[in-house]
Nanobody
Framework: QAQLVESGGGLVQAGGSLRLSCAAS????????MGWFRQAPGKEREFVGC????????LYGDSVKGRFTISRDRSKNTMYLQMNSLKPEDTAVYYC????????????????WGQGTQVTVSS
């Protein structure tokens, strides 16, 4: 069964950094664009960013642009989210998923969602 598993979340002080990983198992997603989303309590799922299948192109949400970087290692079937200069408003559960259709910022076009990893940024 194909699935994605996020890891690397935790508690960090404002201004700190974390790197999240999204590991695929059961099948390879190297031919697909993939994305990161986050969801804070009481809020809608928010687009963080996405990366093309080749890894050559990335797109970021305005709230993380310049602070977060997405990369992928196709040989390891893994995607990463490097988060720098973290702010308390970055606190959320972070999810990775495979982009199958439509606009990359629309979560409805994604599938194979992971279970999420909690990121908490203290002030």
């Amino acid at each position: 069964q194909a699935q994605l598993v996020e890891s690397g979340g935790g508690l960090v002080q404002a201004g700190g950094s974390l790197r999240l990983s999204c590991a695929a198992s059961g099948r390879t997603f190297s031919m697909y664009d993939m994305g990161w989303f986050r969801q804070a309590p009481g809020k809608e799922r928010e687009f963080v960013g996405c990366i093309s299948a080749s890894g050559a192109s990335t797109l970021y949400g305005d709230s993380v642009k310049g602070r977060f970087t997405i990369s992928r290692d196709r040989s390891k079937n893994t995607m990463y989210l490097q988060m720098n200069s973290l702010k308390p408003e970055d606190t959320a559960v972070y999810y990775c998923a495979v982009h199958l259709r439509g606009a990359p910022m629309n979560p409805g076009g994604y599938d194979y969602w992971g279970q999420g990893t909690q990121v908490t940024v203290s002030s």
